[in-house]
Every structure is written in structure tokens, then in C-alpha cells.
């Protein structure tokens, strides 16, 4: 395909015949997916699944990740024409990608809602593909995790976000954006000595054994020491990869939930995921994007670039290891 394709080349969410290969469809037309990949719930075939989960529950000031699914996919019909600059490679051409669509789930009977989500992610994982996630807030990442550690045992974790997620809280009914860490950790899906969180900036004084390396360390170490860290931490273990786009400064990213000034900057987290080529990935999610608190689409696009880099990582981590579950 190429850029002449784009006047005949329309509603390739619903008319693409191959999952692999860029898409030239005129970004303000069409039928939207993410980057322009075929929707379907057949997986035969597919290396990777992106998939929704519009959900929020009760975030501490500022409701509307549910809309989060919907603009990331409308935003990255910017990215739909080119390859990821600067990866050497075209993750897009390579693997065999599919948009999932998003979960369904009764929105008037809340205490199903985690079930739904392991389901869901099981029913993925189950047909040999591997999952990018468009959240919906924090929470969700919870219940994706059963999933993984289901289908791969407990996973390592890298988690990018203003806050450690990690408060204390027992009661494994509770349904908060606030605990899914401290959760998962409770849970054995992840092990604190394999779980790091990046960028943090809100208090929380048990770390629950997590290596933390928060924003001002961000700041003062640098893009490589950071990835050094991180690395050190996961070794070659199955991965997952969270970002909640609070990481980012307020001043990159505006329309999310909880916003905390100092954070990364836009450059940092884009530095920082490119340096992690060689993780063994497995899968990972972009949550907490509030679009009704950015009128601009700039925190949109940052999650569209957040997931469009967990699929060139997955991809990457394809290439070194062909047959990686």
C-alpha cells in the first residue's frame, strides 16, 4: 500500500484483508479502529490484539476514562501511515495485528465487571495472541493480570505512573483504581522483587518491596540509567507493561484522572520505552486517558503513542525470540 491508496482506501476497520501492512485511509474519514486494524473476534493467525476496556469506577477527582478506548483509537489514525520512527524495523508489517473492539459488560451490575475483564483477556491469550489494553482506569489492570498469570504464571511488572497504586487495602472485592497493585501483589500475580514503578510522586511509605524509581530520579539519572534499572529489575522474565498516563507532566498529558505536576515529559517516556527493546514482552495496557479534561487531544495522542510502542516492543521481542509465548 501507499499514500496514492487513500483515495480508494476507505473503512479499512471493517474491509482490511491482511492483519500486517500500514494503512493509507484519510485520517478524518472512516470507520475508526486502532491504527486502522481489521475488527474481529478471530484470532487465527493474529500475533497481537488491541482491545478496550471503557471503564471507570470511581477515580479521585476527574471521571471519563471510559471515553479513554474511543479517543486513543480516533487519535492514532494519525500513526497509521508510517512505521514507528526509529525503530528499525515495522512492527505493523511483521506481526499480524488486530483491533479486539471492547469489552462488554453490564455497567448497572459492578461486581461482575472483574470477571468480565479475565475472561475477556483469557479468551485472547487463549487463541495465541497477546493483548495491548486502551483503559479505562487503573483497576483494570488488575484483573488482566489474573489472566496472565493464569495463562504464564506471575508475570514482571513495569509501571508507569504519579502514584505507587500500591495502598494498603484487603478486601479483594473492592473495585479502586487506587489498589490494583498492592492486589496483585497480595494475589502472587506479580512479586515485588520483580515489579518496578516509574515515575512516581505521590506519598505512599510502604513500598511493598517495589524497586520505585520516581519522577526526581527520573529527572536527575537520566533516560539510560533509568532503563538500566528497570532492565536489572525484570531480567528476561515474562513481562507486562502498565502506563498510566499520569507519568506524564500535567503540561503533556491534562486529561486524566488524578494529574500531579513534576512528572515525566512527553520525550522522557517515549526515551525511556524505546531503551527497553530486549524485555520479554508479553503485553501491556494505557489507562486513565480522560479525554473530556483536553480539549486538545494531546493526552489522546500520548496514549496512542504509548500503545503504538508496547506493540514495536512486542514485535522487538518476537524478533529475538520467534516462538515467545
Not at 520525550?267 to 531503551?275: D, F, M, N, T
Request: charge should be negative; aromatic fraction near 10%; include cysteine.
Amino acid at each position: 500500500m501507499a499514500l496514492e491508496d487513500a483515495k480508494n482506501q476507505i473503512d479499512m476497520a471493517f474491509t482490511r484483508q491482511d492483519p500486517r501492512g500500514l494503512a493509507f485511509e484519510n485520517a478524518f474519514a472512516g470507520a475508526t479502529s486502532f491504527l486502522r486494524r481489521r475488527y474481529t473476534k478471530d484470532l487465527r493467525g493474529i500475533d497481537l490484539a488491541v482491545t478496550g476496556v471503557p471503564f471507570d469506577q470511581a477515580v479521585t477527582h476527574r471521571p471519563g476514562t471510559r471515553f479513554g478506548p474511543r479517543a486513543i483509537r480516533e487519535a492514532s489514525t494519525l500513526q497509521a501511515f508510517d512505521a514507528p520512527y526509529g525503530w528499525g524495523f515495522d512492527p505493523f508489517s511483521e506481526l499480524a495485528i488486530a483491533d479486539y473492539g471492547d469489552l462488554a459488560f453490564d455497567y448497572a451490575h459492578t461486581a461482575s465487571f472483574p470477571d468480565r475483564v479475565t475472561d475477556h483477556i483469557a479468551g485472547i491469550l487463549a487463541q495465541g495472541a497477546g493483548t495491548i489494553t486502551l483503559g479505562g482506569d487503573h483497576f483494570i489492570t488488575l484483573p488482566i493480570l489474573r489472566a496472565y498469570a493464569a495463562h504464564h504464571g506471575p508475570v514482571a511488572l513495569i509501571h508507569f505512573d504519579a502514584h505507587s497504586d500500591s495502598w494498603a487495602d484487603d478486601d479483594m472485592s473492592r473495585i479502586d483504581h487506587g489498589t490494583f497493585l498492592y492486589k496483585a501483589l497480595k494475589l502472587g500475580l506479580v512479586a515485588p522483587e520483580t515489579t518496578v514503578s516509574v515515575g512516581i510522586r505521590t506519598d505512599n511509605p510502604d513500598t511493598c518491596g517495589v524497586t520505585i524509581l520516581d519522577a526526581p530520579f527520573v529527572h536527575r539519572a537520566g533516560v539510560d540509567e533509568t532503563v538500566a534499572r528497570i532492565k536489572a529489575v525484570v531480567g528476561d522474565r515474562p513481562t507486562y507493561i502498565s502506563f498510566d498516563i499520569d507519568c506524564l507532566d500535567p503540561a503533556f498529558a491534562p486529561g486524566t484522572g488524578t494529574p500531579v505536576w513534576g512528572g515525566l515529559a512527553s520525550w522522557q517516556a517515549a526515551a525511556i520505552l524505546r531503551g527497553l527493546a530486549g524485555v520479554h514482552l508479553v503485553g501491556g495496557d494505557v489507562v486513565e486517558v480522560s479525554p473530556p479534561y483536553d480539549t486538545t487531544g494531546a493526552t489522546a495522542i500520548a496514549g496512542a503513542h504509548v500503545a503504538t510502542e508496547l506493540i514495536a516492543l512486542y514485535g522487538y521481542t518476537r524478533r529475538k525470540t520467534p516462538n515467545a509465548p
